[in-house]
C-alpha cells in the first residue's frame, strides 16, 4: 500500500508543494493513471499544482468542470465517464474516468487532487477512501 510511503515522505516537511509533488509522483508511478496531480486554491480559480502527465488546465473557475464541483460541493467526486459529467473541461481527449478530492485546511478547501484514467470507470469506493487519506496526510 502506498500510504505508509506517502506518509514517510510528506512527515516533516511543512512545504505544500513539495508535498504536493511527491504524493503525484508516488500515485502516478505506483498507479499508472493518465495524469495525476493538485490544482490550488487562489481566490475564485483553481490554479495548477504539481503534477505528473501532459500538459494540463492552467486555470478553472470554481464550480466549473469535475475539479471547481469538487471544490464547490467540498467533496470527492468520482466520475466513471468524464465525456458524462455535464460541465466537463476536456483538457485531454483521452481522459475517460476522473476523480477529484477535496484538501481541507482549518475548514476550507485549500486544493483538490485530480486524477485522470485513459480508461472508463477506473475509480470506486476503494479509492475514495484511501485517496481521502491521502489528502489528510497533507494537513
Not at 476536456?90 to 477535496?102: F, L, N, Q, R, T
Request: with cysteine; hydrophobic share 45%.
Amino acid at each position: 500500500m502506498v500510504l505508509p510511503q506517502i506518509e514517510s515522505v510528506v512527515n516533516g516537511e511543512s512545504d505544500m508543494v513539495a508535498n504536493m509533488a511527491n504524493i503525484a509522483a508516488i500515485l502516478h508511478e505506483t498507479f499508472g493513471f493518465w495524469w495525476t496531480g493538485f490544482y490550488r486554491v487562489e481566490g475564485k480559480e483553481l490554479i495548477l499544482g504539481p503534477f505528473q502527465g501532459p500538459v494540463a488546465c492552467n486555470r478553472i473557475a470554481f464550480g466549473r468542470g469535475v475539479c471547481g464541483t469538487a471544490w464547490e460541493r467540498g467533496e470527492t467526486i468520482c466520475v466513471p465517464n468524464v465525456h458524462e459529467f455535464t460541465g466537463h473541461i476536456a483538457c485531454s481527449s483521452k481522459s475517460k474516468s476522473e476523480i477529484v478530492v477535496p484538501v481541507w485546511r482549518e475548514n476550507q478547501v485549500i486544493a483538490v487532487l485530480d486524477i485522470d484514467s485513459a480508461e472508463y470507470g477506473t475509480f470506486d469506493e476503494i479509492d475514495i477512501k484511501y485517496l481521502e487519506d491521502v489528502v489528510k496526510t497533507m494537513i
